[in-house]
């Protein structure tokens, strides 16, 4: 009887502490990225060098936070997220070559970029034979998902290709309307600096302010490489126009409108969200007051999702600022970490061995809260959430002064 | 750490035992569980006390229920970012009406947060004028939606484009949080119905 009793004993106590050491290993779910297991990487593309640095570095950080907040989380059970950023410096040419690296790299299940739309038609192809899933998280070129005929008949052109900003099927005529009601001018002087961007942004909003009533009183390129612009600037002095419209990206657009000014002609210059920029208005002086720009999304202190993500962004120490893109690029990273997370989900918690097409697919479906509101795509790849902003240069920064909602 | 135990059978389920057989047979057929229930006791209660501390220690760090708070002003949406205004289509003019009155019906919901008030539904256009049906200022509470029936009165064609490709309306909303004043584009079938009914419109005014 003693002895069935210290058995007893013996056995209960070993059970206890088997008990405890068990309950002992439970996860808090905040130890951070020691999460082991597998690693997926999401690869980045963008301009982190060159006169459109201050945005490609915005869209790196704001990737790699999402990567670091996921595996915080451990937001995929069994995966931790890495980033792979390479630097396109807003060449075509350079992002094509990025696109076969990141394609080779068999851990990429996904990629955010490119910046800018021209650099975006080289790549897509590449990506899109690997069925790797991309998310701009700034190109606004509607041909990049409706098709080169997009006015007309849209075709969705790649099942890979993604973004989370509105297009310039928007924007442009936004800014027309704009420009046109609200700031009252009625002659506009057009340039653009015959890019994919910069011209399809230029048409879209001569159309609109063609149709409601303006009056296009000159129009001329500039050659991106120069920022001697006093030639255009005195053809639109002598236009008699009343304000600018410049499609193209803050490096140029900066010296153009300063260069505006200096021949006699005090216009506004107006953009789209190429000259979004605080460097703008650095390169463009203090005669710069009065510039408009138009902007993918609502302004960031309007949006109760952007604070923890503007809190997070400080936390994190990055150098540069998260810039015009830093929450769609957040938005785009997380869309890629929702599609790791369900093709895991439906593997029985492993990758499957075709990752890359269920993460593809599964970005198609993703809809969540994001930074910029509710994150889902519509049946080209566009952005389900379409707004846009309008900011004029005041004091010497950036002010919101309108914004718009698309809801056909 | 999400383990899932062996499925019991709920009540009524459990599978009757066959005639005759009992568990443990041949030479030791005295009842097992009999002679090892002190040990299975022990181990029982040692389980139980394991488990009542693994889940103590392991409980939540949850603070006593305090008694709801309504959240601070800086917490709630701004109205433009739960508001959505959509086009539903054309509305029948009343019989008699001038072509230069034409209607549209709209639907407006609230996703979240508290009460949203139209205060103005304007459009830019000098030459037309726009009225809505409930008058502002109404109300719309979250996860509800309603329809509002726009009004359009053309009074001077030549300022008004027959063509414009992206019309909006302008709705200043007001919520607890912020009064903001946000265009909403309606889309192409929006554009295509207000084309075709300015159409009507100046062409009679010019006849």
């Known amino acids: 009887m003693r002895q069935r009793s210290l058995i007893a004993i013996t056995a209960a106590l070993a059970a206890g502490a088997l008990t405890l050491t068990a309950c002992g290993s439970r996860d808090s779910g905040d130890k951070g990225s020691d999460s082991g297991g597998t690693t997926v990487v999401i690869g980045v593309d963008a301009p982190l060098t060159g006169d459109l640095s201050a945005l490609g570095l915005g869209i790196k950080n ?252 400080k936390a994190g120490g990055y150098k540069e600022e998260y810039a015009a893109y830093g929450g769609y690029s957040y938005d785009a990273a997380w869309a890629i970490i929702e599609g790791v997370k369900k093709a895991v989900e439906d593997n029985d918690g492993k990758l499957p061995d075709d990752a890359r097409a269920k993460v593809t697919a599964a970005v198609q479906n993703v809809s969540f809260d994001g930074v910029t509101g509710k994150v889902s795509f519509d049946e080209f790849g566009d952005a389900t959430n379409k707004q846009l902003t309008v900011y004029a240069v005041e004091n010497g920064a950036w002010k919101a002064v309108k914004s718009g909602t698309f809801t056909g | 750490m999400n383990a899932i135990g062996p499925v019991e059978p709920g009540e009524g389920t459990a599978v009757p035992r066959p005639a005759g057989r009992r568990p443990g047979t041949g030479r030791d057929r005295r009842p097992t569980a009999l002679r090892r229930r002190p040990l299975a006791a022990a181990l029982t209660a040692a389980l139980l006390l394991a ?82 049906a409930p008058r502002t200022p109404f109300r719309t509470r979250a996860g509800a939606a309603r329809t509002i029936v726009i009004t359009l009165h053309v009074t001077e064609c030549e300022t008004v484009p027959e063509n414009d490709g992206l019309p909006f309306l302008d709705v200043t909303l007001r919520n607890t949080r912020a009064i903001q004043e946000q265009s909403f584009i309606l889309g192409p079938r929006y554009a295509h119905a207000l084309s075709r009914a300015l159409q009507v419109a100046c062409s009679n005014d010019s006849g």
Not at chain 1, 62 to 71: R, W, Y
């Open chain 2, 51 to 132: 488990a009542g501390v693994c889940l103590y220690a392991t409980r939540p760090d949850v603070p006593s229920p305090a008694p709801p708070t309504p959240p601070a002003p800086s917490q709630l949406p701004f109205p433009a970012q739960v508001v959505d205004v959509t086009f539903v289509g054309p509305h029948a003019p009343p019989p008699g009406a001038a072509p230069q009155f034409f209607a549209f019906e709209l639907l407006l919901s609230v996703d979240a947060g508290p009460e949203v008030t139209v205060t103005r539904v304007s459009q830019p256009y000098a030459g037309m004028s726009v009225a809505t």
């Open chain 1, 62 to 313: 704001s990737v790699d936070l999402a990567a670091k907040t996921a595996n915080k989380k451990n937001y995929v059970d069994g995966v931790k997220f890495e980033i792979k950023a390479l630097d396109d410096q807003a060449q075509p040419s350079s992002g094509q070559q990025n696109a076969s690296t990141l394609v080779a790299d068999k851990d990429v299940l996904g990629v955010v970029g490119p910046l800018n739309s021209s650099v975006a038609e080289s790549m897509q192809k590449v990506f899109d034979d690997a069925k790797l899933v991309q998310i701009s998280p700034a190109n606004t070129g509607p041909a990049l998902t409706q098709g080169a005929n997009w006015q007309t008949k849209k075709e969705r052109q790649y099942k890979s290709y993604f973004r989370t900003a509105t297009t310039d099927a928007i924007q442009g005529p936004f800014a027309a309307q704009y420009v046109f009601n609200d700031a009252k001018k009625k002659k506009v002087f057009v340039i653009d600096d015959k890019k994919t961007y910069g011209a399809g942004l230029a048409s879209t909003f001569t159309a609109e302010f063609k149709k409601i009533g303006g009056q296009v009183v000159g129009t001329d390129h500039i050659d991106p490489d120069t920022k001697d612009f006093s030639a255009v600037a005195t053809k639109v002095k002598n236009s008699g126009a009343d304000v600018v419209y410049y499609g193209g990206e803050y490096p140029q657009a900066g010296p153009l409108s300063k260069q505006i000014k200096a021949s006699g002609a005090k216009i506004p210059v107006v953009g789209g969200d190429g000259i979004y920029d605080p460097t703008f208005i650095k390169l463009a002086g203090a005669n710069s007051a009065g510039d408009l720009a138009t902007s993918v999304g609502a302004p960031v202190e309007t949006l109760a999702s952007a604070k923890q993500f503007v809190a997070d962004y």
